[in-house]
């Protein structure tokens, strides 16, 4: 099967799936569509951009009546790709005319309550949706149709105690769906609990090994900001991705980008739901061209034309590496991926190296650094000029730890 319309689709889906542009199915499309299309639970596994929404769109799109009450469930980890996946299915179900509703905590309650009693489909976050739970605003008796994206996140935010409890108040007969970027065996374990023969489906990642570039800095932790404004003003590529650990290195490397000229815009969970929306946006239409964030913009969001990846952080799991380099060298088009690495990112990407022995990442010379303001930071002290900024020191080369190489041996 290589087209939609050998995949038993509605007509109208197809036209739906056509005025898109969309012609061929992707492979996690391809593969888990007629299972779904057949009522049976599906556990599915493929990257961020590979085409989930649309694989268990369809299954809701064709299953779900208008205007007979709540009939399908889909729980995301984040606000974003809450307000991401209603906008898919929205567009894919123009046709139909279902009354689709994004729920998440962060915005006032009050108009989720008022457009749930004529929803036919919800997606929601977890918290927010047992904040309904909890009011009686919402009736989950007639859900047919559950689905869990972006599972193995629910486990690392800490949502799964609350996906247990939802779980439990949706009908016994349902067709239940999981699909994540890595299938873990905690997600297994979930599926086992609340799937019947559950079809297992795997898809090859999105991105191409063979056009990703992997490189790394040793530099002294008083120049990695530096050697990031360094590299940044010098990049004339596509968009570009820089990941930072906490919400305090986020706004304090965006402050310092942005007082260096370079057009930066940050996003993480401390900000209001419009900002993190208007950002993406922003981001995403290229207004903006570096969007400075945490792990939270690393999963389930769909950003087209990344072309570098900066880690100004390495991350404390493994997985987060992937997904954060899963951003780039995507469709057939090459990137790059810039780890930025002082004393304390050595335990960290040691763990990366060892638990992903496939990737190859090249140690590259520190260049010489010119001199950069630097934004103020409440945790820094020292003399500043009039404007609260004060230098950072220019620099040549960094302190590389001795002894170690992190190239692929």
Request: positive net charge.
């Amino acid at each position: 099967m290589n087209l939609f319309k050998d995949l038993g689709l509605s007509p109208g889906l197809l036209t739906a799936i056509e005025k898109l542009g969309f012609d061929k199915p992707t492979q996690i499309q391809a593969e888990s569509i007629p299972a779904i299309m057949s009522g049976k639970d599906v556990i599915g596994e493929s990257a961020t951009g590979s085409g989930k929404t649309l694989a268990f769109g369809c299954g809701i799109i064709e299953h779900v009546e208008p205007g007979k009450g709540l009939q399908a469930l889909i729980l995301t980890p984040t606000r974003e790709l809450a307000e991401q996946v209603k906008n898919a299915l929205i567009k894919f179900s123009h046709q139909k005319r279902l009354s689709i509703l994004s729920i998440y905590g962060g915005v006032s309650i009050g108009p989720q309550i008022r457009d749930l009693a004529r929803a036919d489909v919800v997606v929601a976050t977890p918290g927010r949706l047992l904040d309904h739970l909890e009011r009686r605003t919402i009736d989950t008796s007639k859900v047919k149709l559950l689905v869990l994206d972006e599972a193995d996140r629910m486990f690392d935010m800490g949502f799964i105690d609350d996906v247990e409890k939802i779980i439990s108040v949706c009908p016994t007969k349902r067709q239940t769906m999981f699909f994540s970027a890595t299938i873990s065996s905690r997600v297994k374990d979930l599926a086992n609990q609340h799937m019947v023969d559950p079809v297992s489906v795997y898809a090859t990642k999105m991105v191409d090994p063979s056009k990703l570039n992997q490189i790394y800095y040793n530099i002294s932790k008083n120049q990695k900001l530096s050697l990031l404004v360094n590299l940044l003003k010098k990049e004339r590529a596509g968009l570009v991705m820089v990941f930072c650990n906490t919400r305090r290195i986020t706004d304090f490397v965006v402050k310092t980008l942005k007082v260096n000229k370079i057009s930066a815009i940050a996003i993480h969970g401390g900000l209001t739901q419009n900002k993190r929306t208007n950002t993406i946006d922003m981001f995403n239409n290229a207004k903006v061209g570096v969007l400075v964030c945490t792990d939270v913009a690393a999963r389930g969001l769909h950003i087209d034309n990344v072309s570098h990846v900066y880690n100004y952080d390495i991350p404390r799991d493994s997985k987060d590496y992937v997904h954060r380099i899963g951003r780039t060298a995507r469709a057939g088009e090459n990137g790059e991926v810039i780890n930025l690495l002082c004393d304390y990112d050595y335990d960290n990407f040691s763990k990366v190296l060892n638990d992903y022995r496939e990737f190859h990442v090249k140690k590259v010379e520190n260049p010489q650094l010119e001199r950069i303001v630097i934004a103020r930071h409440d945790e820094r002290r020292g003399n500043r000029n009039n404007s609260g900024r004060r230098p950072f020191p220019s620099g040549g080369r960094g302190s590389p730890r001795r002894g170690n190489s992190y190239g692929r041996r």
